[in-house]
């Protein structure tokens, strides 16, 4: 399928290649403080979708450059990219993992990470993730992505901001971090 699109090899190095998208690296560990880049290319083009297992907390973050800014358009724990508020304890009372399932992000069972937004871009993109926890994790991933002539186009952006609103008096649910959309 999909002949005549231009598939793109996200980042220059490493791995496997398959079909009409790349696996180009099928884990990568990410240091204390390391930033790695998951995607760097050219433009035009399309983000078609990304997978994320391995360790999918709030210590990384996820950005998205667009159009070769320094700022990201989007900026956000990966968890809660993915609507997942409270990552650390990603098992409910009963064992059992969170599912959510829309037509744009499915969490699976397990902590598959799925995003089905199409993101546009015209001159560049650059995808990152930021390992701002204490130890080493591993992320497994796949970002598929095409090059092809973009009409006038809307840029995909989303943020998180950790908000606490009073400091905390005790573990209440109420005296908790939020994570909420600027």
């Known amino acids: 399928?999909?002949?005549?699109?231009?598939?793109?090899?996200?980042?220059?190095?490493?791995?496997?290649?398959?079909?009409?998208c790349t696996k180009l690296r099928p884990t990568v560990k990410i240091k204390p403080?390391?930033?790695?880049?998951?995607?760097?290319?050219?433009?035009p083009g399309?983000?078609?979708?990304f997978w994320f297992t391995g360790y999918?907390?709030?210590?990384?973050?996820?950005?998205?450059?667009?159009?070769?800014?320094?700022?990201?358009?989007?900026?956000?724990p990966i968890s809660a990219f993915f609507g997942c508020a409270y990552d650390e304890n990603f098992k409910d009372v009963d064992g059992n993992y969170p599912l959510l399932n829309s037509?744009?992000?499915?969490?699976?069972p397990g902590r598959g990470l799925n995003c089905y937004w199409p993101m546009p871009f015209k001159k560049h993109c650059k995808?990152?993730?930021?390992?701002?926890?204490?130890?080493?994790?591993?992320?497994?991933?796949?970002?598929t992505g095409c090059h092809e002539a973009q009409p006038d186009i809307f840029v995909f952006e989303a943020g998180t901001v950790l908000q606490t609103p009073d400091p905390p008096?005790?573990?209440?649910a109420?005296?908790?971090?939020?994570?909420?959309?600027?």
Do not use: C
């Open 174 to 182: 109420e005296n908790l971090p939020i994570w909420r959309t600027p």
């Open 103 to 108: 037509s744009m992000i499915l969490v699976a």
């Open 127 to 143: 995808i990152t993730m930021e390992n701002r926890g204490n130890e080493e994790h591993s992320l497994f991933y796949i970002i």
């Open 56 to 76: 999918v907390g709030h210590n990384f973050i996820l950005r998205i450059y667009w159009e070769g800014s320094s700022t990201p358009s989007v900026e956000a």
């Open 46 to 49: 399309t983000i078609q979708s």
């Open 169 to 172: 008096k005790d573990d209440k």
């Open 1 to 20: 399928g999909n002949a005549g699109i231009p598939y793109f090899n996200m980042i220059p190095q490493g791995g496997s290649s398959g079909g009409d």
């Open 33 to 43: 403080g390391e930033t790695v880049v998951l995607v760097d290319t050219e433009g």
